[in-house]
């Protein structure tokens, strides 16, 4: 099959979410499995093009953008360790910037920038020569593409045999656009914008709707997540959507990378450790705590760590709510790596502040950090509001640090309570989102930690887990043949 993924976002190249990862990982597998993967995406002006071994292929688009056309340059490069192909749409107006979606605040016209790279990679497949059985896009940024492969590409012989398959990974990002920009961006024209046409909500253009709409088949990121997106908590408003494409909507879990998150091969920590040799994990935790707590002292307390973005879903204000508790009273250490909404990063700062010594704040992106947290930490922290699936539980397992989690989302279909009595669970969950429930799964993790055998136990339970991203890249195989069959 040739499958053409579009996506805003890819690892290693550009990065702010679980997104990248799975943009990159999904193409790997299915190469393997004997498929035809390309991706493209935009050519951002932080990207080190010549680092990452890109070149250009001296191919122009023609992009048409309403009533007129833009240009648009297109670079090849590799997935690295693999042969997958990768273009970036260069069009230096729109993307030679420093952010991906902002920097720090939203770009003003992410709107006219992710329609035209959507258009653009229409054209980049022609211009290619590469005839995708399916079109795979992924979260707002990418959904006209569909809508450009159903209309002003449906006669297109090209795409004659074209599916659409659209991918949420968030639906609390929606791509709210104004009516007039986009629709003649777009090139769809204000006739196509009415009360209920296929890219209206509320008055204003929904790019996610518009991808709902359009597309042949729809997956989300998680089992759980496709039951809960049904119901009016979940949904971000788009429940009678996506009741509506009920029969077409699928969940398939995400799957981890395990060649690049694994402690055993892992370049960026202090020493590689096995189930086997949970000792070595422990020099991790030592030499973590002397580089960012300064300090060597009470190196037996636990150590709690999150890697995330600052963000209302991942359940800061739960943290906020109880964390002090707990380090006045000297019951844990906490480390943060993460970026996003200023007044909780302005909390993280006077955490730190706060107290010396027990907690490690680390405001910004840093991947080699994220290793090392994921090695040198006992307990991870995901008390997410909601969490279409949530890849850093699933890592943190795989490194021997026990999640605490909300049952919600991928997090419900990936961690399970340990049962003190059957020896059986990876970590420690709590149901309603509710600071009080939280504690109390703390207290349970606290009680937990070193009291033998539960201890390693469970963190041989955790590290046995295999959500492996074939898997994942399998299922989606199936999606896609089903898909076809609405084409064929
Ligand atoms: P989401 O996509 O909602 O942010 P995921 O758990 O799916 O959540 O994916 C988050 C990814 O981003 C993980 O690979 C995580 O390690 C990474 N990440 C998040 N924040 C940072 C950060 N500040 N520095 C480095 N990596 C980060
Ligand atoms: C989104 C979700 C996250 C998911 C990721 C990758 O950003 O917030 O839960 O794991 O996409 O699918």
């Not at 502040?353 to 405001?363: A, T």
């Not at 795989?398 to 279909?413: E, N, W």
């Amino acid at each position: 099959m040739n499958i053409l993924i579009a996506s805003a976002e890819l690892d290693p190249y550009a990065k702010r979410g679980g997104l990248a990862d799975i943009a990159a990982s999904l193409p790997i597998e299915w190469k393997k499995y004997g498929q035809n993967p390309i991706v493209i995406m935009p050519k951002y002006g932080f990207i080190d093009t010549h680092y990452h071994g890109f070149k250009p292929t001296y191919l122009v688009l023609y992009v048409p953008v309403g009533h007129w056309v833009e240009f648009a340059h297109l670079w090849y490069g590799t997935l690295p360790n693999s042969d997958v192909p990768v273009y970036l749409v260069e069009n230096a107006d729109y993307f030679n910037r420093w952010g991906i979606y902002g920097d720090p605040n939203e770009y003003l016209d992410n709107d006219r920038r992710f329609i035209f790279f959507s258009r653009a990679v229409m054209e980049a497949a022609k211009a290619l020569g590469f005839k995708p059985d399916i079109i795979h896009s992924h979260d707002f940024h990418t959904a006209f593409t569909l809508a450009f492969l159903k209309s002003q590409y449906r006669f297109d012989y090209h795409f004659s045999r074209t599916a659409g398959v659209y991918t949420i990974h968030n639906l609390a990002y929606q791509g709210w656009f104004n009516p007039e920009r986009a629709m003649e961006y777009s090139g769809f024209g204000m006739k196509e914008f009415y009360p209920g046409s296929w890219f209206e909500r509320y008055g204003s253009v929904n790019a996610m709707k518009t991808g709902l709409m359009f597309a042949d088949k729809i997956t989300t990121v998680s089992p759980n997540y496709a039951r809960e997106i049904r119901y009016p908590y979940y949904s971000e408003g788009l429940q009678d959507i996506l009741n509506l494409r009920a029969g077409d909507l699928i969940g398939i879990l995400n799957g981890a990378n395990y060649k690049e998150w694994n402690p055993e091969t892992d370049k960026h920590i202090y020493k590689n450790y096995t189930s086997a040799s949970l000792e070595d994990k422990e020099i991790n935790k030592r030499k973590f705590i002397e580089e960012y707590f300064e300090t060597s002292e009470n190196l037996d307390m636990p150590l709690i760590g999150m890697t995330t973005r600052l963000a209302e879903q991942k359940g800061i204000d739960l943290i906020i709510n109880k964390i002090e508790y707990f380090l006045s009273n000297d019951e844990f250490r906490f480390v943060l790596l993460g970026s996003g909404e200023r007044h909780y990063e302005d909390f993280f700062n006077y955490l730190a502040w706060k107290y010396p010594g027990k907690v490690s704040v680390n405001l910004g992106y840093n991947q080699v950090m994220s290793y090392k947290i994921l090695a040198a930490c006992d307990f991870f922290f995901l008390p997410s509001r909601f969490e279409p699936c949530g890849l850093t539980q699933m890592y943190a397992m795989k490194y021997g640090t026990i999640p605490i989690v909300r049952h919600t989302g991928g997090l419900a279909d990936t961690v399970e309570e340990y049962n003190w009595n059957s020896g059986k669970g990876v970590g420690l969950v709590f149901f309603q989102y509710n600071a009080d429930d939280f504690a109390f799964a703390i207290r349970r993790a606290l009680s937990m930690y070193k009291q033998e055998p539960h201890w390693d136990i469970v963190r041989k339970n955790a590290m046995k887990k295999d959500f492996s991203a074939s898997r994942s890249a399998l299922e989606y195989l199936k999606v896609f043949k089903w898909a076809l069959e609405k084409v064929l």
